[in-house]
């Protein structure tokens, strides 16, 4: 219960220096062993330099960029309302990941998916650095601002492909494992596409759990979810988060590499888990 000023001044294990003190010592050891360019940032490293990454965001291209600059303009001229009115055929998904794995993606989608609108957007980010990722992903309306990227290009968040489980396959996954959440309707991305001029028709076959679409259609093929009840839970109680998700939640899958994991059901009837419509 105390502050952190208080603490600092608490006398430490050592029964001579203080709290306070004794972070000190530690951090300038720190700064003297890890100090530029010693040791870089991963978050330099480019997506997918040690392992096979692949992450989305979503772009606008186009003339929707040019209506983001008129917008971002009036906003910061203090301009009421502002208008930003951009075509939805303007929008397109992001996929950061190397070079040579994007084209890998690409072809497979291509193949196999040639009918549905995630890969239909594909838009590829090769050679983007993590520092580059984070960067866009909370740049969501009403967090702050897009963020520009090379191309042409401006960033609107990470929401774009929510599950991503068949660019894991084009990716050359063997086996997916997605972690979704129960009655999890997907409302933000639906909303953020609405802003955008998306057409509710299109919201519904891409969205909709009471219809076999893509998303429904994604689950589907996933070969394992792990169906966890985050939302029931306060953000902040970590220990329920935690035993939720390792003791309770259930692992939806036939496949039997996960025959020994615990609460490994064949089966189930759970919204937003199941590629059940209706449920």
């Excluded at 702050?144 to 489980?165: E, F, H, K, Q, T």
């Excluded at 596409?193 to 093929?221: C, H, K, P, R, T």
């Excluded at 839970?233 to 003791?247: C, E, K, T």
Aim: aromatic share 14%; hydrophobic share 40%; proline share 6%.
């Amino acid at each position: 219960g105390q502050t952190w000023r208080q603490a600092a001044k608490k006398i430490g294990s050592n029964g001579i220096s203080t709290c306070g003190e004794e972070f000190l010592r530690i951090w300038s050891t720190h700064q003297k062993l890890f100090t530029w360019p010693i040791h870089k940032s991963r978050g330099d490293d480019p997506v997918g330099l040690h392992r096979p990454t692949v992450t989305a965001v979503s772009l606008i291209t186009g003339d929707a960029v040019e209506l983001w600059k008129d917008g971002l303009r009036q906003y910061r001229q203090a301009q009421i309302p502002v208008t930003f009115e951009p075509n939805f055929d303007d929008y397109r998904i992001g996929y950061f990941a190397k070079k040579t794995d994007l084209v890998r993606i690409k072809t497979a989608l291509d193949t196999y998916y040639t009918d549905r609108f995630r890969p239909q957007r594909f838009h590829p980010l090769g050679g983007y650095t993590w520092q580059d990722v984070l960067s866009t992903s909370p740049a969501e309306p009403g967090l702050s601002p897009g963020v520009p990227l090379a191309d042409d290009l401006v960033a609107l968040g990470g929401w774009a492909d929510p599950l991503r489980i068949n660019v894991a396959y084009g990716l050359g996954a063997k086996r997916v494992v997605s972690i979704l959440q129960r009655n999890d309707d997907h409302f933000f991305p639906v909303i953020v596409s609405f802003l955008l001029n998306a057409d509710e028709g299109l919201l519904f076959y891409l969205y909709s759990l009471d219809f076999f679409g893509e998303i429904m259609q994604e689950i589907a093929n996933a070969t394992a979810v792990w169906c966890t009840d985050w939302g029931a839970f306060d953000p902040y109680d970590g220990d329920s988060l935690f035993r939720d998700a390792y003791l309770y939640s259930p692992v939806i899958t036939t496949d039997p590499y996960f025959a020994n994991v615990t609460n490994q059901v064949d089966s189930a009837r759970i919204r937003a888990c199941s590629p059940i419509p209706g449920l």
